[in-house]
């Protein structure tokens, strides 16, 4: 992976560009709480990365079959996306349920249609621990001229134990008339 350009990292965390009215302590304690979260003595520079998240979630994912209306995929638990109970981050779930929806949606939406999310509707049934194998369907309930609705269902890949599950609402952009 290439290495950030400046313009691609937001600024550093010091007090000249992020807080000004915050006292000096406040702010280290601040920078010291996230630089723990990391588990890194720094933040690195990739961290900055305006489409790192992006990055981060798509790295969890090996495509497993693309159909027209579903799609299958495997993601696997990291530290990175675990919260402090070391467990799926909820953030993380809705993050890869948006990924894999929409590129569900696009499997039965023409490319040429501008498609935005107009509803994500998380269910969190159970956790899935840190180094867990999943199993993430994405299916199309329903798609008409204007709108396309996405189920996405995590399941444990050994057991298929229903972990999460997620409805999208895509909405196709009007087309102009000119």
Known sequence: MDKPAA???APPLTAAT???DVPEQNRLLTVDFFERQVGAAAIAA????KDFWSRLIVGLLKIERVELGRISCFASVKPAVANSFHGLHGGAVAAISEVVSIACARTVVAEDNELFLGELSMSYLSAAQVNAEL???AFVIRSGRNVTVIGVEFK???TSKLLYTAHATFYTMP???L
């Open 135 to 137: 199993t993430v369907d």
């Open 18 to 20: 992020i807080w000004r």
């Open 46 to 49: 990739d961290y900055l990365r």
């Open 175 to 177: 087309k102009a008339k």
């Open 156 to 158: 444990m890949r050994e």
């Open 7 to 9: 313009t691609d990292c």
